[in-house]
């Protein structure tokens, strides 16, 4: 048995206006804390924003030091983010 509430029309028209202000103050929030897509470097590219050679980016990645991403059979690329964290653990400035 399915049961039935009867409301004025009124009343409908006041809460369908009001789920639209809540979805529409949902979608803002949503799109206010959406982070950007990070963006993937290739060696040459990744080297010059971290500050190593290429070959040390290489080694590092080797050595599970800093995470990379598979771009085709041979060469790799390093998403911004974990270049970003990389310096902060391992690189130490020069004295």
């Known amino acids: 048995m399915q049961h039935v509430v009867i409301i004025p029309e009124t009343e ?3 809460l369908a206006a009001r789920l639209d202000r809540l979805e529409q103050a949902e979608t803002a929030r949503a799109l206010a804390h959406a982070t950007p897509p ?3 470097l290739n060696v040459q590219q990744a080297a010059a924003y971290i500050g190593l050679s ?5 080694r590092a990645r080797r050595k599970n030091r800093i995470k990379g991403v598979r771009l085709n059979e041979k ?3 390093f998403k911004q983010s ?3 964290a ?6 130490r400035a020069a004295a």
Request: no cysteine.
């Open 82 to 84: 974990a270049l970003d």
């Open 12 to 14: 409908w028209r006041q």
């Open 75 to 77: 060469e790799w690329g």
């Open 54 to 58: 290429a070959e040390a980016l290489r």
């Open 38 to 40: 990070d963006e993937v």
């Open 86 to 91: 990389y310096p902060r653990r391992y690189h």
